[in-house]
């Protein structure tokens, strides 16, 4: 029963993190209706239901016909199934109202960078500083664990922003500076001991992206994304990491 609880709390949590996720980079103000994201007609209470509404439309708004991007139904299986894991490992303790904050941050960022290739400075650096600030009450977790990632991050993404601006002087950066925020917010999030994890995966997953791309171009005629969010994949990888491992990793004795 519990766990049933926790998903649904999963999904109203998504549901809202799709409110942040829609409305922030369109600037609309947070009060109001919700409003179908193609059309801008205002929605039916059904149509606005977390997962269900996309479901029930099959994945085409029935105001105006037009496809509905799948990543907000995503948004809200991806936030339950998280908080149902996090639940079944922490129960709910400290850990993990502290972890689903994080869960919550991570999921944001990485939907707003994969649609509108935008990672906001100051959330992410609010975020960062809100996480520093109580890491000392979560377990396995330390003010000073959250400095050092912090920093450890900072001075590698720094280093690699730079590489990159180098590297690739006439593209738009791609690696920008706010993937550079984005690090030091996995970084003072999940502190040094699971920051090298959690980048790791990442990197992975973004690997792995690249990979595909280049394979899909050389079979087929298909079109391809002319670039690739990296800041997704590092959403992405922090949270299976947490979601895998927890904050478990070499306990913070500092
Ligand atoms: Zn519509």
Known sequence: MDIVLAGLFGLVLGAGLNIIIIRLPRERGFGGPPRCTRCGQRLAWWQALPLAGWLIQAGRARCCGRRLDAIYPLVDALTALSVMLLYMRHGLSVSFCYI?????????????????????????????????????IVPYHSLLNAVLGLLVAGILFVVFYLVARIMFPAHRAPFG???????????????????????????????AFAGLIVLVRRIGRR???????YGTFLCVGALLYVLIWGLAGPRATW
């Open 223 to 229: 079109p391809t994304p002319q670039y690739i969010s």
């Open 177 to 207: 500076l706010g993937d550079v925020y984005l690090g030091m917010f996995i970084g003072a999030a999940l502190g040094l001991t699971n920051l090298l994890g959690a980048l790791l995966y990442g990197m992975l997953l973004a690997g």
């Open 100 to 136: 689903t904050a994080v869960t919550a941050v991570l999921i944001v960022t990485g939907a707003i960078d994969w649609q509108h290739r935008l990672i906001y400075t100051l959330p992410t650096l609010g975020a960062t500083l809100a996480a520093g600030a109580v890491a000392f």
